[in-house]
C-alpha cells in the first residue's frame, strides 16, 4: 500500500505551485467560505464577529477528541470507543459530587476515569495483536456505556455548582473559555505531531508499522500512550459538554465517535494511515460545525444533519482517494 | 491433516460453548423455575429469530474481514418504509411487504459493497458513514412520527405472530434463512469462495477468483437479511419508530464472536452461529428471569463479547505454540 498513501517525506523542495495549490486544505477553505455564504443567505444577522467568536462554543466540546483521534487514525487505528468514554467519565464525575465529593476533586476522577478506559483500550490493543482496533474498541464501547448504564440507569444527574458552569459558558480575554482551551490544544497537539519525535514515529508507524519496530522504536509504548490520550481528551469533552448541559445521562455523546471520525477524514487524513496535517482536522472541525448551526438556522431538522455528516464522511474518502490517483499520476510523468 | 485439526479445534471450541450454554441455563433455572417452560423457550426463541437472521448476513460480511455497523439502520429504514406502505395500502399482501423490505435492505446493502469492493474505502468507514445516512433518512421519510399497531393491517402483523406448522413465523423464516446459508455456505462454489477470499486475499486473487464481486455480494447479503429482518421487526413489535434497532448491529457482531467467527476473516460456522446466538438470546431472555436489572444487560453483554474475543485469541495462540513445539521435536 505504499505506493498508495502518497507518503512526502520532509527534504527540502523547490516551491511548485502545482504542490501549493493542490494543498487538501484549500479545498477545506473554499467548502469553509462557501458555508458561510450560504449561512448569510439563511439569516442576515449571521454576518457578525459576534457569531464567529459564541457560536463555535456550541460544537467546540467534542472537537477534543477530533486531536487524538487523528494520531489513531494517522496510526491505520480506529477508536471507536470515545463517546462512551465520555459517557461513562461524565456520568462518575456527576454521581460522585452527588455523593459527596468536592467538584474539583470529581473533575478530577472524571479525567482519571477516562484515561483509565483509553489505557484499556491501548493495553488491550499493544497486548493482544491479532485483534484489530475495531473489534477491541467496539466491545469495550459496549462495556463502558454498558457501566454508564449500570451506575445511573435512565436517570439524569447533575446539581452542580454555579461556578462549573464557567467552563461550557464562560468568557476569557473577550473569548468563550472553550475557544480559549480549543486553541491551546491545536498549538500543542500540532507541534507534537509535527515537530517531535513522537509525531514522526506516528507517522511512521502508519506508514510502516514493522519497520518502526525494526528501527527500534517503541512501537507499543507509542500505541498504548495514543489511546491514553484519546481517553483522557475524552474525559476533557465530558467536563466541558457536562457543563454546558448541567446535568448528565448514560446515554450522552451517542455518535460522537461519527462526527469525529468525519471531521478527521474530511481534514484530509487518510484512513489508511500515515498521511495527514493538523491544520486539516481543525478546518474541517469548523466545516462541519458552522455547518449545523447553519442548518439549524435554515430550521433543517437534527436527521437531515446526520445525513449530510455521513455523507461528508464518504464523500471525502472517495474524495481523497481520487486525489492520490491524481498525484500518482502526476508523479509519474 | 491441517484442515482436520482445525475443524477439531472448532468442534471442541462449539463443545465448550454448548456446556457453558447448559451450565448457564442449569444455573437460571435453579434460580427461577420459570425458565425452562415451553412458553418461555418458545418467546425465547422467537425473540432470537431475528438476532440470528442478522447473524448469517453478519457472519458472510466477517469472513470477508469486513464488518456492518449499518444494519441498525437498515432495521429501521427497511422496517419503516414497509409499514408506511401498509398504512398507506392496508390491502397489500404480507409476502409483498417482505419482497419490499428485502429489496430497500439489497439496495442498502449494496451501496456498502460498492464503496467498500469497488472503490476501497474501509468497511468501518463506509458503514459508518450509512448508519447516519439512512437512520437520519429514516427520520426524514417518517417525519419523526411512528406508525403504530392500529395503522398496520392484520396481515402484516401475523407476519411476526402467526403460526405455520405449529411454529411461529419468524422461527420458520430463521430455519429457512438457516437451511439456504448452510447450502450456500458450504455446498456452492460462491459460498466456499467467499471464505478463500476472507482466509487468504492475495491466493484468492491469485486463483482467479473475482474477489471484488464476492464482497459485493457479502454486503449486499447482509443488506438483504436486515431489510427482511427490518420488516419482520416491523410486525413483531407492531411499531415503527425512527430509532428502532439502534446499535444493534452490535448485539449482532456479539453473537458472531460468540459463535467462533473470526474478527480477521475466513473463519466461522452456522452450527457455532446458532449457539452464540443462542447464548446471547439466552442471556436477554435469563437476565430479567433471574431479577438482574435491565440496565446492566449491555454490561454483561460487553463483557461476554470481550471475554469471548480474548479467549479465542487464548486458544489460537495456545494451538500455534503447541504446533510449533511438535514441529521443534
Known amino acids: 500500500m505504499a505506493d498508495d498513501t502518497g507518503i512526502r517525506i520532509d527534504i527540502r523542495k523547490r516551491w511548485n505551485w502545482r504542490e501549493f495549490f493542490f494543498q487538501w486544505e484549500w479545498l477545506l477553505v473554499l467548502i469553509f467560505l462557501g458555508v458561510h455564504v450560504v449561512n448569510s443567505f439563511l439569516s442576515p444577522y449571521y454576518l457578525n464577529l459576534d457569531t464567529f467568536i459564541s457560536t463555535p462554543s456550541t460544537f467546540l466540546d467534542k472537537s477534543?477528541?477530533?486531536?487524538?483521534?487523528?494520531?489513531?487514525?494517522?496510526?491505520?487505528?480506529?477508536?471507536?470507543?470515545?463517546?462512551?468514554?465520555v459517557a461513562l467519565s461524565a456520568v462518575i464525575m456527576a454521581v460522585s459530587f452527588n455523593a459527596g465529593l468536592p467538584m474539583p476533586a470529581a473533575m478530577l476522577l472524571c479525567l482519571a476515569v477516562a484515561t483509565t478506559a483509553g489505557m484499556i483500550n491501548g493495553f488491550l490493543i499493544t497486548k493482544f495483536k491479532e485483534l484489530s482496533s475495531v473489534i477491541v474498541t467496539l466491545s469495550t464501547m459496549i462495556i463502558y456505556r454498558g457501566i454508564a448504564y449500570i451506575i445511573l440507569g435512565d436517570q439524569a444527574s447533575g446539581r452542580f455548582p454555579e461556578w462549573y458552569s464557567f467552563l461550557g459558558w464562560g468568557?476569557?480575554?473577550?473569548?468563550?473559555?472553550?475557544?480559549?482551551?480549543?486553541?491551546?490544544?491545536?498549538?500543542?497537539?500540532?507541534?507534537?505531531?509535527?515537530?517531535?519525535?513522537?509525531?514522526?514515529?506516528?507517522?511512521?508507524?502508519?506508514?510502516?508499522?514493522?519497520?518502526?519496530?525494526?528501527?527500534?522504536?517503541?512501537?507499543?509504548r507509542i500505541t498504548f500512550l495514543v489511546f491514553m490520550i484519546t481517553g483522557f481528551m475524552a474525559g476533557l469533552t465530558a467536563l466541558f459538554l457536562t457543563s454546558r448541559m448541567g446535568s448528565t445521562r448514560p446515554n450522552v455523546a451517542q455518535g460522537y465517535e461519527l462526527e469525529v471520525i468525519a471531521m478527521v477524514v474530511l481534514g484530509g487524513v487518510s484512513t489508511t494511515g500515515g498521511v495527514g496535517r493538523i491544520a486539516g482536522p481543525i478546518l474541517a472541525i469548523f466545516i462541519i460545525g458552522f455547518l449545523g448551526y447553519g442548518m439549524g438556522l435554515a430550521n433543517i431538522q437534527a436527521p437531515a444533519v446526520l445525513v449530510v455528516i455521513g455523507l461528508l464522511l464518504i464523500l471525502s474518502v472517495l474524495a481523497m482517494r481520487v486525489r492520490f490517483k491524481i498525484r500518482k499520476k502526476s508523479a509519474a510523468v | 491433516m491441517a484442515a482436520r485439526k482445525f475443524v477439531l479445534n472448532e468442534n471442541l471450541r462449539e463443545l465448550g460453548?454448548?456446556?457453558?450454554?447448559?451450565?448457564?441455563?442449569?444455573?437460571?433455572?435453579?434460580?427461577?423455575?420459570?425458565?425452562l417452560t415451553v412458553s418461555n423457550l418458545t418467546s425465547l426463541f422467537t425473540n432470537t429469530a431475528i438476532l440470528a437472521i442478522l447473524a448469517v448476513g453478519m457472519t458472510l460480511v466477517l469472513i470477508t474481514r469486513g464488518i456492518d455497523l449499518s444494519i441498525g439502520a437498515t432495521i429501521a429504514f427497511a422496517g419503516m418504509v414497509s409499514s408506511l406502505t401498509v398504512a398507506a395500502y392496508p390491502t397489500i399482501s404480507p409476502a409483498l411487504s417482505l419482497l419490499q423490505g428485502t429489496l430497500i435492505g439489497a439496495f442498502i446493502g449494496s451501496i456498502i459493497g460498492l464503496l467498500v469492493a469497488r472503490f476501497n474505502v474501509l468497511p468501518i468507514i463506509a458503514t459508518l458513514g450509512l448508519m447516519n445516512i439512512v437512520r437520519g433518512l429514516t427520520f426524514m421519510v417518517s417525519g419523526g412520527k411512528w406508525v403504530s399497531s392500529y395503522q398496520m393491517s392484520t396481515g402484516f402483523k401475523a407476519i411476526a405472530t402467526g403460526k405455520t406448522l405449529g411454529?411461529?413465523?419468524?422461527?420458520?423464516?430463521?430455519?429457512?434463512?438457516?437451511?439456504?446459508?448452510?447450502?450456500?455456505?458450504?455446498?456452492?462454489?460462491?459460498?466456499?469462495?467467499?471464505?478463500?477470499?476472507?482466509?487468504?486475499?492475495?491466493?484468492?486473487?491469485?486463483?482467479?477468483?473475482?474477489?471484488?464481486?464476492?464482497?459485493?455480494?457479502?454486503?449486499?447479503?447482509?443488506?438483504?437479511?436486515?431489510?427482511?429482518?427490518?420488516?419482520?421487526?416491523?410486525?413483531?413489535?407492531a411499531s415503527a419508530q425512527g430509532d428502532t434497532a439502534m446499535g444493534y448491529e452490535l448485539q449482532v457482531i456479539a453473537a458472531c464472536i460468540l459463535g467462533g467467527v473470526s474478527i480477521s476473516g475466513g473463519v466461522g460456522r452456522l452450527s457455532g452461529l446458532i449457539l452464540g446466538t443462542v447464548l446471547l438470546g439466552i442471556l436477554n431472555n435469563a437476565l430479567p428471569l433471574i431479577n438482574v436489572s435491565p440496565f446492566w444487560q449491555m454490561g454483561i453483554q460487553g463483557i461476554t463479547v470481550l471475554a469471548a474475543v480474548l479467549t479465542n485469541v487464548m486458544v489460537k495462540r495456545n494451538t500455534d505454540r503447541n504446533a510449533l513445539r511438535r514441529r521443534a521435536i
Not at chain 1, 480549543?182 to 505531531?193: P, T
Not at chain 2, 460462491?190 to 471464505?195: D, M, N, P
Not at chain 2, 464482497?215 to 427482511?228: C, E, H, I, T, W
Request: with cysteine; aromatic share 12%.
Open chain 2, 167 to 237: 411454529l411461529n413465523n419468524l422461527v420458520v423464516i430463521a430455519i429457512l434463512v438457516y437451511a439456504l446459508a448452510w447450502y450456500f455456505m458450504n455446498h456452492t462454489r460462491t459460498g466456499r469462495r467467499i471464505y478463500a477470499v476472507g482466509s487468504n486475499p492475495e491466493a484468492a486473487a491469485i486463483s482467479g477468483i473475482p474477489k471484488k464481486r464476492l464482497v459485493f455480494l457479502a454486503y449486499a447479503l447482509m443488506g438483504a437479511l436486515a431489510g427482511l429482518a427490518g420488516v419482520l421487526w416491523v410486525a413483531k413489535f
Open chain 1, 171 to 220: 468568557r476569557l480575554f473577550g473569548l468563550p473559555f472553550v475557544v480559549v482551551c480549543f486553541i491551546l490544544c491545536a498549538v500543542i497537539f500540532g507541534l507534537i505531531l509535527h515537530k517531535t519525535r513522537f509525531g514522526r514515529s506516528v507517522f511512521g508507524m502508519g506508514n510502516n508499522g514493522l519497520t518502526c519496530r525494526y528501527s527500534g522504536i517503541n512501537t507499543d
Open chain 2, 17 to 35: 460453548l454448548l456446556m457453558f450454554i447448559i451450565a448457564l441455563s442449569a444455573g437460571v433455572q435453579a434460580r427461577n423455575p420459570v425458565f
Open chain 1, 64 to 85: 477534543f477528541i477530533v486531536f487524538p483521534m487523528m494520531f489513531v487514525i494517522v496510526l491505520g487505528m480506529i477508536d471507536i470507543s470515545v463517546g462512551s468514554i
